[in-house]
């Protein structure tokens, strides 16, 4: 065969030839000698109308292809350019798919040509690309694009980012050619020959990579050497923030039209002056205000002048990445002196380059999102410094394959070790200690602060930001949490001695092992461990279901919830849980006595006590967690809980303990200990007081600093907050009435802003009652409608589907209420279904409410109100992102304006114009309005 592959595209009128979808148009674009030397196009007659899904997408309608011929007139053309070649396509099944089915029904013979996936070789080649689509691998690799889901065009950007693949294909070392060729026959590219040549050329090449090395087999990127350097800083604070806020300024120089935010430098200072006087401070930022800049500017100045390390931490990895991209180089721009920042994550988001180089060689019955997973991290390899595997994109079960070679698997590393210079998440900690600035999230930061400081280099001053839910995770990390699907991962990834498992290679590699291990013991013990497991969580998932056939009203977030206290269930089926849980709490500590002798051997290699110490731990994290949660004496100050995915597996159950009330915890053992931490985020007060979130935190009242720092936005001009008035009552029983009224509301909002509309629920129930609704009544040629829950991806992909399409409708709930930003035209209103009261029977308000009632206190005023006034103000924030945005704020409950408690909500916003009305008198007012 010659070097010959033919590129083809194919726009069709829907996305499977099985259900009589046929082709529309074809584009094909040949490459011989790594230049495209010809190109094919046509039309073709599906014999059935467009979908308009189809004609919007790609522009073809029925009278571009009514005069085109059909398929059968240009099969033997088509077929004849593929005569000697490879068949590439972005997503080859698809194309190819489409093209044999009409070849079949035609009479012709279907293609059998070896093929390359574009999708799949970017996936392995780009690992770090933002995206695997056509148009963002496009724009990554800046190919020009400029008709998407047109056949020719997009045949055209295929071939070319294939010829950028081969390129890079050809750039990758000896030992990563190699380890792919392996896993080459698991993959859906035919890519033996391209492997085998580059692997041929490397054999006889003389000429050595400087940026690479070897360790293990396996190429990775050498690392630079950082020098470091005595950094001094000769200005008064005041001078340092004159240099870059002002006229003239760096920010002036740096940023392209940039307009001074009186805020922005107000901000700055109370962060400054809080670590001057060693206080404690409160900051609410509103949206606009550039509060990452005014923090992270004084803490760099704090950190290098007084040559101390300061901690960031962040909630979201996404708010991480945008610090150490997007921020952290602009400020190196702003600032006069240099700095070093360094990101620590937890041990579980970095490879370990032993337990990769394991896998490789012993797994061989990978599924193929393993060996696709694999093949990405090879590559990847031979370009990471961090090791950090948020750096990339796996397919999904393969996040459950690099836990199994994640640090987290390694133990305590020898420092005599090789392996120890060569753990990138040692050299993370290395970075950290080192660093100026140490960022860092809040789960790393609270599971620091609940193993009394040992995981993360020592700090005095810190800045916490979207403060909002540092109480929440605190309480996660001094709480505990136990899964059917954990449980058994653990025990799996030991594994019985008869299979190919860690254990039964264990024991076929050291044979002398089994002079003291009881093979057919442990045998027996881990069955028995492994189905008490299932009938424990089975057993608990029965139970879940039958209290709700007592109790309607159990808390449902899409799974239902059940908070138990042992004390109190006493029923017999109860105690056949608490006998069970402990039954497996014994076999399970059968299993570490059985493996403990042979951490005491003499001959055993460190490395291997290192694993087999890990997994002793591990099995011992389930036990402490089963007698924390049902073996242990009960105690007020915690709540427990179970929940479980009613329409799910069987064992589908998730327990839950967490404290009752962090504050305490956190006054004691977090802000009594350090200097000065910095709470900011958009959303801390109510009613513009910080009262309740410094109670909620207990952060000691003497000690605290209070800052709000004002929106430049201009509210009044951009936003409408419209609440119709005539909605059905929902507290009478008339839940379907309600959610009928706020389908019309949606869809008669949709006419006037055209979709771009951002739909918040309080519960997924009412979610899917509406989109259900919406799906019967709602013209889907015309909108786009895409649900949280239902609609298939997850959040951000959700998100980047709602912005591709025009006209779109997203309904969302829980996460979307914060974190979701869509600046510019693609948001045109906000609809807020129901003021985001927490439900009174979800476990942990229904806990926290007795405890404060014990106090002597207001569940609804100090708990419940101050919840839904911040949640609110973080759905009212998904509206405004930038000085050009405008749009309405739709709120259908009418509580706001009725009730005693809606001015909180009300106050607690931008001032903004209301308007309480008839739903027709608003529909009227928005359309005049827009």
Known sequence: MNSKYVVIDLETTGHSPANSDKIIEAGIVVIEGDSITEEFSTFLNPNMAIPSFITNLTGITDDDVRHAPIFHDKALEITALFENSYLIAHNVAFDLGFLNEELALHGFSQLNNPVIDTVELARILYPHAPGFKLGQLANFLQIEHNAPHRALTDARVTAELFLKLKEKLQTLPFETITHLLT???????????????????????????????????????????????????????????????????????????????????????????????????????????????????????????????????????????????????????????????????????????????????????????????????????????????????????????????????????????????????????????????????????????????????????????????????????????????????????????????????????????????????????????????????????????????????????????????????????????????ARLTYYIRDLIHLLSPLTQLKTIEADLEEELNKHIEDLQSIINRLERLFLTKESSQEVKWIEIEAHGAKNAVYLYCEPVAMAPLLQDGFFQQKESIILTSATLTMRNSFTFMQNRLGLPGEKVMTAKIKSPFSYENQVQLMVPDDFPDIKYGRLDDFVEAVSEAIISMAHITDGRMLVLFTSYDMLKKAYYLLKETIDVNQYMLIAQGISSGSRSRLKKNFQTFDNSILLGTSSFWEGVDIPGEDLSCVMIARLPFQPPNHPVYEAKSNYLQETGKNPFIELALPDAVIRFKQGFGRLIRSAKDRGIVFVCDNRIKKARYGNYFLDSIPGVPVTFDSTQAILEKAEEWF
């Open 183 to 581: 896993l080459e026959k698991g993959l859906q590219s035919d890519l033996y020959r391209q492997l085998q040549e580059q692997k041929q050329k490397l054999l006889f090449s003389t000429q050595e990579v400087d940026t690479i090395e070897t360790f293990r087999g396996l190429a990775i990127k050498k690392q630079a050497q950082k020098k470091q350097e005595t950094i001094h800083v000769d200005t008064s604070f005041g001078h340092y923030l004159d240099a870059i806020y002002e006229a003239n300024g760096s920010m002036q120089k740096h940023m392209d039209h940039y307009e001074k935010r009186s805020g922005q430098r107000e901000m700055s200072e109370t962060v400054y002056d809080a670590f001057q006087s060693q206080n404690h401070a409160l900051v609410e930022a509103e949206t606009g205000t550039g509060k990452t800049l005014a923090y992270l500017l004084p803490a760099i100045y704090e950190a290098v002048s007084k040559r101390k390390r300061i901690l960031v931490s962040t909630y979201t990895t996404q708010l991480q990445s945008q610090l150490l991209d997007d921020e952290i180089p602009l400020i190196r721009r702003l600032v006069p002196f240099p700095f070093r920042v360094a990101l620590l994550k937890g041990r579980q988001h970095y490879i370990s380059l032993e337990k990769f180089e394991r896998a490789l060689a012993y797994e061989q019955d990978d599924n193929y999102d393993i060996i696709l997973t694999k093949a990405m991290i090879l590559v990847w390899l031979t370009e990471t410094e961090t090791g950090d595997i948020d750096e990339i994109q796996l397919p999904s079960s393969g996040y459950l394959f690099f836990k199994q070679v994640s640090s987290d698997m390694e133990g305590a590393l020898d420092p005599s070790s090789p392996d120890f210079f060569r753990s990138y998440y040692l050299r993370a900690r290395k970075s950290a200690q080192q660093a100026d600035i140490l960022i860092t999230n809040h789960a790393l930061l609270c599971t620091d602060m609940a193993n009394d400081y040992q995981l993360l280099p020592t700090y005095e001053k810190a800045v916490i930001d979207e403060a909002h839910h540092f109480e929440e995770t605190a309480a996660k990390h001094f709480g505990a949490a136990l899964d059917y699907v954990c449980s058994q991962n653990i025990l799996n990834q030991v594994g019985i001695t008869s299979e190919n498992s860690w254990l039964g290679r264990l024991l076929a590699d050291n044979p002398e092992f089994l002079e003291v291990f009881r093979a057919e013991k442990w045998n027996a013990m881990f069955t028995n461990a492994k189905q008490e497991t299932d009938d424990l969580f089975r057993m608990l998932f029965q139970y879940v279901l039958e209290q709700r056939q007592k109790d309607k009203s159990l808390s449902d977030i899409g799974r239902l919830q059940y908070r138990f206290d042992g004390e109190k269930e006493g029923s017999r089926q109860w105690n056949t849980v608490i006998e069970m849980a």
